[in-house]
């Protein structure tokens, strides 16, 4: 059986048992969901929440379902410390999409038209307290260039203004923007279709930094180990993955805006809205008994998501220019951040190493850290213990004014005044060097367990103590 959204439930309930939270009670589309998720996160639990009833939507909902990496690992098939090398590699050998029959597609079990048409049937959360209205933070949305034939997909945020109404935002230099406005200098509306719900490394694909344009479900099915199948269209001559629980198809009106926004975006803060281009919806089609997906904005889940391609990336820039890379972890409470663990056998490739992951994400990334192999990157406490112990400002650190913006998503890109205005200003990296020198300076050991006796411990006799022996 082909795998989709359903399958990988499947799979996390079997691998992490007591990861997915069934919530039966009636919830509020507005706040009640996701101020379930946040009650969990204060005790630093992250679990998937599979919603029954959301307002009067009779579509179930499922939200933080990727918002742990461990949880990313089992999409993948593979374990924490293998994960972005597996990412890397699986993502430069795509595997071609494989084109089914409408009457194969389980997304086209229903479809709506005409006055059947009615977002408002879908359970639309509204995520954040200064959110302005609904949104679809999970849409993969899919256009075809106008001018190659080429199909990109890309994950965009969608307000939802009425029952057959979208706003859409194209990040300037993302694809869906160039494609866009194409259509838009011709005059011609651009026929787009919304993908919600599939497994998660078809979502990773939706969201990885591929040369030129298009290739994403290729990338997908190279992720997955097998071919991503697509459909047809009901209303335009675009593919769409056939396993998807539901597709919302319309065109992007040329020369219309209308205002978007506020909207918390994945650094956690408000920073962009405004005028930005309007979807008329002109057909729904889903699965029998959908399951809608949803992505926890400015939250760890919208991290966690955008962050492993990130990773993948980083990992195959990096590792080109320095083949001692160990490990890339950007962590999933900082996107901002990221941390390389290499096998150091000069001092230069420090610098390589950290320019290489910048130049990779050069208008998210912040801070690179550089650690020896024998740190775990995905442990920040052993991140800040080699810190403290291996780096000295005055010698380690490199601060690059200047490196990216103006502008963007990150707070630290605007100037703020007292007139309630702001202005983009360039935003400035550092690299932090938290390596050891190399032989034959005598750093001082580590102290450590030794591994074979760690290895050789055995804790099945290992249990609770519940009162002291007399």
Not at 228 to 254: H, N, S, W, Y
Not at 312 to 329: C, E, Q, T
Not at 360 to 382: A, Q, R, S, W
């Amino acid at each position: 059986m082909p795998k989709d959204l359903r399958s990988f439930i499947r799979d996390l309930i079997a691998a992490r048992p007591g990861e997915v939270k069934r919530v039966t009670a009636p919830v509020d589309p507005c706040y009640g969901a996701t101020a379930i998720a946040e009650r969990f996160a204060r005790d630093n639990q992250y679990p998937a929440l599979y919603f029954e009833k959301i307002g009067r939507s009779s579509i179930p909902l499922v939200l933080n379902l990727t918002a742990t990496y461990e949880r990313l690992a089992v999409a993948l098939e593979t374990t924490l410390q293998e994960m972005v090398p597996a990412f890397g590699e699986r993502i430069t050998k795509p595997i071609a999409v494989r084109e089914v029959p409408r009457e194969a597609a389980p997304v086209k079990e229903q479809v709506w038209t005409g006055d059947q048409v009615d977002l408002g049937r879908l359970p639309l959360l509204t995520h954040n307290e200064l959110d302005g209205g609904p949104y679809l933070t999970s849409g993969i949305g899919i256009m075809r260039d106008p001018e190659s034939g080429v199909v990109n997909a890309g994950l965009y945020r969608h307000q939802v203004y009425g029952p057959q109404e979208l706003g859409v935002w194209f990040i300037d230099g993302h694809h869906g923007n160039y494609i866009y406005r194409k259509y838009e200098e011709r005059g011609q509306p651009a026929p787009i279709a919304i993908a919600i719900g599939h497994h998660p490394a078809v979502v990773m694909g939706a969201v990885s930094r591929l040369p030129g344009i298009g290739g994403e479900f290729d990338a997908a099915g190279g992720l997955l180990g097998e071919a991503v199948e697509v459909t047809r269209a009901e209303t335009c001559d675009v593919p769409v993955p056939a396993r998807a629980e539901i597709v919302i198809e319309g065109e992007v009106i040329p020369h219309e805006r209308r205002h978007e926004g506020p909207f918390g975006e994945w650094p956690g803060h408000y920073t962009a809205e405004g005028p930005k281009p309007v979807i008329r919806v002109k057909a729904i089609t889903m699965r029998r008994n959908p399951i809608y997906y949803d992505v926890f904005s400015a939250n760890r889940e919208h991290l966690v998501l955008g962050s492993l391609p990130r990773m993948g990336s980083i990992y195959r820039n990096v590792k080109a220019i320095v083949p001692g890379l160990r490990a890339v972890n950007v962590p999933a409470h900082s996107r901002m951040h990221c941390y390389l663990s290499i096998t150091k056998t000069r001092d230069a490739e420090v610098k390589k190493a950290a320019f290489a992951a910048l130049n990779t994400e050069p208008e998210n990334l912040k801070m690179i850290v550089v650690v020896d192999d024998d740190i775990n990157v995905f442990n920040d406490g052993d991140v800040m213990w080699a810190i403290g112990t291996r780096f000295d400002a005055a010698r380690d650190l490199l601060v690059i004014p200047r490196w990216s913006g103006p502008g963007g998503l990150l707070p630290v890109g605007w100037d703020y005044h007292q007139d309630g205005t702001r202005t983009p200003r360039m935003i400035t990296a550092s690299i932090i060097d938290a390596t050891k020198p190399l032989p034959p300076a005598a750093f001082p050991p580590r102290a450590i367990v030794p591994a074979s006796a760690v290895d050789a411990a055995r804790i099945a006799g290992v249990s609770d103590l519940t009162h002291l022996p007399d």
